[in-house]
């Protein structure tokens, strides 16, 4: 594997993404949905060893939302209240439209994802054409803003080579990629399938994982043993243990540290992270 020779492999960048676009606040009270519960949630996740917040947001009625001034104002309100890097979500929710998700970083976080392919996403389809790929990659670019490379599946592996080949590198000057694992429709969320996506993924590439749902724990220790980071949160899972809800994504966050630790790769903390992934400090 080359990806594992980049500084920073001696600790741990941990994400949280702590809402999405598909859980259900009625259902998961301490999902956090409005601007009070994100600024809540950045600070206590910093504390337990987050630096990065991937950032989905909703609306009065909890439902997801791309609305331009509520993303301007939820970037400005986390920078207050925290160090951590912000990166906005440019996949937003099935339902939104290529010209929603690319208006997103007007919003100027610091960061944003950016899914490198079209994915089967349990009875929907998360769309991203290569079109819509180039060009939001090309607005990353022009607005300087880092983008993370979320990969669903192998085949979106192949894509970002193809990307990196046509556009060159990315703003930040490093490629970092996100495995996102175990979704129905994308790859399985196994220590397997793990290696497979690193072999392929770019010389000098640094990555995360994250599995959703079941695959929560054996992504976290496959890819701590593997030389990779972590990407936890409500986003992916709404299940602490089997029958046992999640009470924080604090909580997940507190877990990961701990078995970042015990992997002896404790937390990196936000301004190596900056360093890291090549992100401005916006002071
Ligand atoms: N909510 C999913 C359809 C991203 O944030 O960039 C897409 C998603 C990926 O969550
Ligand atoms: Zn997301």
């Given at each position: 594997?080359?990806?594992?020779?980049?500084a920073g492999?001696?600790?741990t960048l941990?994400?949280?993404a702590p809402?999405g676009?598909?859980?259900?606040k009625?259902?998961?009270?301490?999902l956090?949905?409005?601007i009070?519960?994100?600024?809540a949630t950045?600070r206590e996740?910093?504390?337990a060893g987050a630096s990065?917040i991937?950032v989905?947001?909703?609306?009065?009625e909890?439902?997801?939302?791309l609305d331009l001034?509520?993303?301007?104002?939820t970037v400005?309100?986390?920078?207050?209240?925290?160090?951590?890097i912000v990166q906005?979500s440019?996949?937003g929710?099935?339902?939104?439209?290529?010209s929603?998700?690319?208006?997103?970083?007007?919003?100027a976080?610091?960061?944003?994802s950016?899914?490198c392919g079209?994915?089967?996403f349990?009875?929907?389809?998360f769309?991203?054409?290569?079109?819509?790929?180039?060009e939001l990659?090309e607005?990353?670019?022009?607005l300087?803003?880092?983008?993370?490379?979320e990969?669903?599946d192998l085949?979106?592996?192949a894509?970002?080579?193809?990307?990196?080949?046509d556009?060159?590198?990315?703003?930040?000057?490093?490629?970092?990629c996100?495995?996102v694992m175990?979704?129905?429709?994308?790859m399985?969320?196994?220590?397997?399938t793990v290696?497979?996506?690193?072999?392929a993924l770019p010389a000098?590439?640094?990555?995360s994982?994250?599995?959703?749902?079941?695959a929560?724990l054996p992504?976290?220790?496959a890819?701590l043993?593997?030389g990779?980071?972590?990407?936890?949160?409500?986003e992916?899972t709404?299940?602490?243990?089997?029958g046992?809800?999640?009470?924080?994504?604090a909580e997940l966050?507190?877990?990961a540290?701990?078995f970042?630790?015990?992997?002896q790769?404790?937390?990196m903390?936000p301004?190596?992270a900056?360093?890291?992934?090549?992100?401005?400090d916006?002071n």
């Amino acid at each position: 594997m080359t990806t594992n020779t980049h500084a920073g492999s001696g600790t741990t960048l941990i994400t949280v993404a702590p809402t999405g676009a598909e859980a259900d606040k009625a259902r998961h009270p301490a999902l956090p949905v409005t601007i009070d519960e994100l600024v809540a949630t950045a600070r206590e996740c910093e504390a337990a060893g987050a630096s990065i917040i991937h950032v989905h947001i909703r609306d009065a009625e909890a439902r997801p939302t791309l609305d331009l001034a509520q993303l301007k104002d939820t970037v400005q309100a986390i920078r207050e209240a925290s160090t951590l890097i912000v990166q906005l979500s440019t996949g937003g929710a099935v339902t939104d439209s290529y010209s929603d998700r690319l208006a997103v970083l007007d919003a100027a976080p610091d960061g944003c994802s950016l899914t490198c392919g079209t994915v089967n996403f349990g009875d929907d389809v998360f769309m991203n054409p290569w079109p819509f790929i180039r060009e939001l990659y090309e607005k990353t670019k022009e607005l300087h803003i880092v983008p993370e490379f979320e990969l669903f599946d192998l085949g979106h592996v192949a894509t970002l080579h193809r990307l990196l080949d046509d556009l060159g590198e990315p703003y930040g000057g490093h490629v970092h990629c996100d495995l996102v694992m175990g979704v129905p429709g994308g790859m399985a969320g196994d220590a397997a399938t793990v290696v497979k996506a690193v072999e392929a993924l770019p010389a000098g590439a640094s990555w995360s994982a994250t599995g959703i749902g079941r695959a929560t724990l054996p992504v976290i220790l496959a890819a701590l043993s593997a030389g990779g980071h972590l990407r936890v949160g409500m986003e992916d899972t709404i299940s602490y243990a089997r029958g046992r809800p999640v009470a924080s994504n604090a909580e997940l966050v507190q877990r990961a540290a701990m078995f970042a630790e015990l992997a002896q790769r404790p937390p990196m903390r936000p301004y190596q992270a900056r360093a890291f992934l090549g992100v401005e400090d916006y002071n």
